[in-house]
């Protein structure tokens, strides 16, 4: 009897032992696991890209025309920022003021505010007197930094968006 009762226990154990999930049963979990967070992560960047265009071409369909007071033309206006520094920016405003051209350049970090001439040729507006040959171009709706080596809007990192004109 005790030893009918010993081996009962023995087999009991065993199969107490057994009902949990095995080795590879918990590596094969861990890596299903690990490949889903994997998979997140790059939808999350996947939908930050979606929204950050739909947001881009939301500014763009908001307004296609110029907007006109006193005689001044607002062209456009964006804010131009470093890929690594959003928070410091400046905007960017391109006025036609009785067929003459001018920026209006306003800094986040201070109160300047810098005012170039430009002459305009097709869809290129040229800062008068630049040393390097800067220029802006208004492609789309979008505004391309640009200089005597052409554009360097993306090259050197910078992150232009249009604003909405009021």
Do not use: M
């Given at each position: 009897m005790?030893?009918?009762?010993?081996?009962?226990?023995?087999l009991c154990s065993f199969a107490a032992f057994s009902c949990g999930?095995?080795?590879?049963?918990?590596?094969?979990?861990?890596?299903e696991n690990a490949q889903l967070k994997?998979?997140?992560?790059?939808?999350?960047?996947a939908l930050e890209q979606c929204e950050w265009e739909l947001d881009k071409y939301k500014r763009y369909t908001i307004r296609e025309e110029p907007i006109v007071t006193n005689g001044k033309e607002v062209?456009?206006?964006?804010?131009?920022?470093?890929?690594?520094?959003?928070?410091k920016?400046?905007?960017?405003?391109?006025?036609?003021?009785?067929?003459?051209y001018h920026s209006k350049l306003e800094f986040s970090d201070s109160d300047k505010v810098k005012i170039e001439q430009l002459k305009k040729d097709g869809d290129k507006f040229f800062v008068v007197g630049s040393k390097s040959k800067d220029y802006y171009r208004i492609i789309n709706g979008?505004?391309?930094?640009?200089?005597?080596?052409?554009d360097f809007t993306k090259g050197a990192g910078y992150v232009v968006t249009r604003m909405n004109l009021k």
């Open positions: 005790k030893k009918n009762l010993f081996i009962c226990l023995i999930p095995s080795r590879d049963e918990f590596n094969r979990i861990s890596a994997e998979d997140n992560l790059a939808l999350k960047a062209v456009g206006k964006w804010k131009v920022a470093l890929s690594f520094s959003l928070d920016y400046y905007t960017v405003e391109i006025i036609n003021e009785k067929g003459k979008d505004l391309h930094l640009c200089d005597k080596d052409g």
